[in-house]
Structure formats: C-alpha cells, structure tokens
C-alpha cells in the first residue's frame, strides 16, 4: 500500500467533519511543499523533505499541528490566538483552522530543510 493511500484510511477514520479539515490541511501542505514525501510516522500524517518537514494528527477536541520549535517560534506573534508547546500548534475544532498561516509555516519549514 502506498503512503499516500495510507494517509487516505487515517483520514478516513474520522467523522466527515474532522475528515473536511484533515484533508484541507493535507492539501495546503501539498501546494506549499510540492516535493515532500508523504508518509505516516509516529502514527500520523508526515511530509518528508530533507528529513521531517511537518507532521498533523486529528484529536477530540483539535487538530495537532507539528511543524519543528523553530518555526513555532518564528511564527510566536501569529500563533498567539492558539496553544503552542515546544513543537505542537492545536486548532481547536469549534474555530477556523488558519490555512493561510499553515502554508507561511510550510514553506519557511521548506526553507529550513534546504539548507
């Protein structure tokens, strides 16, 4: 089974809702890093580029965002309005996810790998 298609069964896994902004996520991660890999890792979603590029996971209550402390911390005043830890942004279900703000973190990540 391929990578891709294994992201597709973990997506499929959550109610219709959930499984809207998975693959909204999973597409802005796409456009903003065209030539990452996509494969499943800590049991998530992952996009691979130069090493880890970003991973995202579904939870009850939000949707777990993993993109480096690096870029968290770059993007501290934007993130602001979300909890963060050292390497996890969460998008709580009942607010829009920032897609915009997902694909800023995507592409400096893409940068950040390339060095």
Do not use: W
Request: charged share 25%.
């Amino acid at each position: 089974m391929s990578d891709s298609k294994k992201i597709d069964e973990y997506i499929a896994e959550f109610p219709g809702d959930i499984q809207v902004r998975l693959y909204n996520m999973r597409q802005v991660i796409r456009e903003a890093a065209p030539n990452a890999k996509e494969t499943i890792s800590y049991r998530m979603p992952t996009f691979k580029l130069n090493g880890n590029l970003v991973h995202f996971a579904a939870f009850k209550k939000h949707i777990g965002f993993y993109p480096t402390p690096s870029a968290i911390s770059v993007f501290e005043k934007e993130l602001a309005p979300y909890h963060t830890s050292k390497g996890a942004i969460q998008f709580p279900h009942d607010k829009p996810i920032p897609y915009e703000l997902i694909e800023k973190i995507v592409k400096y990540r893409v940068k950040e790998n390339s060095r």
